[in-house]
């Protein structure tokens, strides 16, 4: 008989303590109904639940769910309770993001991704800078269409940048990982998250800053993915420029004219062989979400034929479904969509009723008159808000891990913490 728990003792005791400390110890504040309270005291039980990972963050988000609609501290009916407990599972953004990620595994399936990689490396492989550059590309064109960037990092990019440094003997386990591998497992990593954060399907927590922000504003402000990309792709491409060349001189590679790397590339694009049926098909539901998803049916003929984001990636999921380049049993397997889903759908929806039961605004309250007893004006609010990145970088686990897989065993150079937030295995 299996006597194991479900649920890490320490980090859940911790993630209780707060939550009761918050209900029955400190006072329901001045501006504050009793009910916003006690659900903040829930929301930040299940955030320390999370960053002590208590349990899978699918996990703790049903029992967010089921807390809220036991609680009923957003409706006082057990049946309004529990519509209002599972109400945010009807967000289209939530909905974008789960079929999206959906979608990427026709990239994984097919090969579509590597075959990219390996394709800007067989133009660009001369030098390992230049290599660096077509592991970045690479990110910077599957960015749009593949929202886990854990996929993409990890399960696209990352094996085509181990097998051309594993190629040139660059191996942590030999000691021979300054070659020309610490440099592009860096570039692997910061591509990450600066294509992260030029599409709204890029990254997971995206379209939980468009809702919260579309929520926060009365819907003032709605951030489309034309909007998005837009006001991201200066700033973004200007990052991607820089900073393989940046870290060329941070972790300059020993190795610096790579001409074998060029007919690697063509080797294992040889083995590939031509582009296959799914491939094409791929690439063309690929083209069309970019072409939905950038409004420019609307732009030609006008609002009345404008495809709201979400249907765009349900249109691109049923034509891969349809030409079966995906089963139904791909999707089911796709279990981080289905977690993604789940855990999201708890955390704007107390996100939302944090909102409605006035707690937010309390709280941008207080920030804000603390900021101005300061008296440093708005110019106060930045340093507190590159303190509130910086500790979230810190502290926060990102769900589900972002990081290519890092293999190799600690060495005394590099500290278990940067391991943990930057991979430097190869």
Not at 284 to 301: E, R, S, T
Request: charged share 10%; with cysteine; proline share 7%.
């Amino acid at each position: 008989m299996d006597k194991k728990i479900g649920f890490k003792p320490i980090s859940t005791a911790v993630a209780v303590a707060l939550a009761l400390l918050i209900w029955f110890v400190i006072p329901v504040p001045e501006g504050v109904t009793p009910d916003g309270w006690h659900l903040l005291a829930m929301f930040v039980g299940v955030v320390a639940a999370i960053i002590g990972k208590a349990m899978p963050i699918g996990a703790i988000a049903m029992i967010a769910i089921t807390l809220v609609a036991l609680t009923g501290v957003t409706n006082d009916t057990p049946s309004g309770a529990i519509k209002d407990a599972l109400s945010s599972f009807s967000s289209s953004l939530i909905w974008l993001i789960g079929v999206a990620i959906m979608i990427s595994r026709g990239i994984l399936k097919t090969g579509l991704g590597a075959r990219i990689g390996y394709l800007f490396i067989a133009v660009w492989g001369k030098k390992t800078l230049g290599i660096g550059y077509s592991l970045a590309l690479s990110e910077l064109l599957l960015a749009p269409v593949t929202p886990s960037n854990t996929a993409r990092g990890g399960g696209i990019i990352h094996p085509v940048m181990k097998a051309i440094a594993s190629s040139y003997d660059s191996d942590p386990e030999k000691g021979t990982q300054n070659r020309m591998g610490k440099y592009l497992s860096l570039v692997n990593y910061h591509s990450n998250p600066i294509t992260s954060a030029m599409f709204i399907t890029a990254t997971a927590p995206n379209p939980l800053v468009v809702e919260l922000v579309a929520k926060a504003t009365n819907s003032d402000i709605e951030l489309s993915w034309g909007t998005w990309a837009l006001a991201m792709f200066v700033p973004g491409l200007i990052a991607m420029i820089l900073m393989p060349a940046v870290l060329y001189f941070i972790a300059p590679p020993k190795i610096k004219e790579t001409p074998n790397a060029m007919q690697f590339a063509k080797d294992r694009l040889k083995e590939q062989g031509p582009m296959s049926r799914g491939e094409w098909i791929m690439l063309g539901v690929f083209g069309i979400l970019l072409f939905l998803w950038a409004g420019i049916p609307a732009l030609l003929l006008g609002k009345a034929y404008a495809v709201d984001a979400t249907t765009t990636a349900f249109i691109g999921l049923s034509l891969l479904l349809l030409s079966g380049v995906l089963t139904w049993d791909d999707i089911l397997k796709e279990k981080s969509a289905w977690d993604t889903i789940t855990w999201f759908a708890a955390l704007v929806m107390m996100a939302t009723f944090l909102n409605k039961l006035g707690v937010v605004t309390w709280f941008s309250g207080l920030l804000e008159s603390g900021i101005a007893s300061t008296g440093m004006g708005w110019m106060g609010h930045v340093p507190c808000f590159c303190w509130l990145i910086y500790t979230r970088t810190i502290c926060l686990p990102v769900p589900p891990p972002t990081l290519p897989p890092c293999s190799a065993p600690s060495t005394p150079q590099v500290s278990p913490w940067a391991r943990r937030r930057c991979c430097l295995p190869y």
